[in-house]
T-cell receptor, first 112, second 112 residues
């Protein structure tokens, strides 16, 4: 399986950009990178996903390196409500279908 | 509105009892997943299914069983063989193309 590695925790000041890194060095050419976040005891919330090109939506930007071995999720202006656990996931395609394996995630704490 | 519905929200199991967690989706998604989450931990894959009448074991399938008789439904049974069932259980689904993985709101299972 393509595994992901994320720092266990990060802090960010309110109003500043939060940059969350993820390593996925064993990713294959057709595997997408997904980012989700989870606030305590709720279902994870979709943020963004991408294959090769950088992506941006109303929530965040996703920067994927040219070799695709790592990516960075950027929350441009973090707010206190962005405090959550952020998961970087690679969608692994197998003969039996695709599976999504979550790592331990990064606990982002936005401080006032 | 389309989405995933998990029920019940809270469930209690007695020793030696089998319990079934419900997961229904009206998104016309082919693939469905069950994850287990322990306090302060990431999500671990229990079972997943790509099509009706077919499913595969995930990373922690022992003590669990599933069925996929209908595209919309993917119930999870926590059997008496699962000795440590207390956890938060999440169901998810995704379409054929690279779409978002949708999550239900989860079921908290506790042992009496």
């Amino acid at each position: 399986d393509a595994k992901t590695t994320q720092p266990p925790s990060m802090d960010c000041a309110e109003g500043r950009a939060a940059n969350l890194p993820c390593n996925h060095s064993t990713i294959s050419g057709n595997e997408y990178v997904y980012w989700y976040r989870q606030i305590h005891s709720q279902g994870p919330q979709y943020i963004i996903h991408g294959l090769k090109n950088n992506e941006t939506n109303e929530m965040a930007s996703l920067i994927i390196t040219e070799d695709r071995k790592s990516s960075t999720l950027i929350l441009p202006h973090a707010t206190l409500r962005d405090t959550a656990v952020y998961y970087c996931i690679v969608r692994v395609v197998e003969t039996s279908g695709s599976r999504l394996t979550f790592g331990e995630g990064t606990q982002l704490t936005v401080n006032p | 509105d389309g989405g995933i519905t998990q029920s019940p929200k809270y469930l209690f199991r007695k020793e030696g009892q089998n319990v079934t967690l419900s997961c229904e989706q009206n998104l016309n998604h082919d693939a469905m997943y069950w994850y287990r989450q322990d306090p302060g931990q990431g999500l671990r894959l229990i079972y997943y299914s790509q099509i009706v009448n077919d499913f595969q074991k995930g990373d922690i399938a022992e003590g669990y069983s599933v069925s996929r008789e209908k595209k919309e439904s993917f119930p999870l049974t926590v059997t008496s063989a699962q000795k440590n069932p207390t956890a938060f259980y999440l169901c998810a689904s995704i379409g054929r193309s690279n779409e978002k993985l949708f999550f239900g709101s989860g079921t908290q299972l506790s042992v009496l």
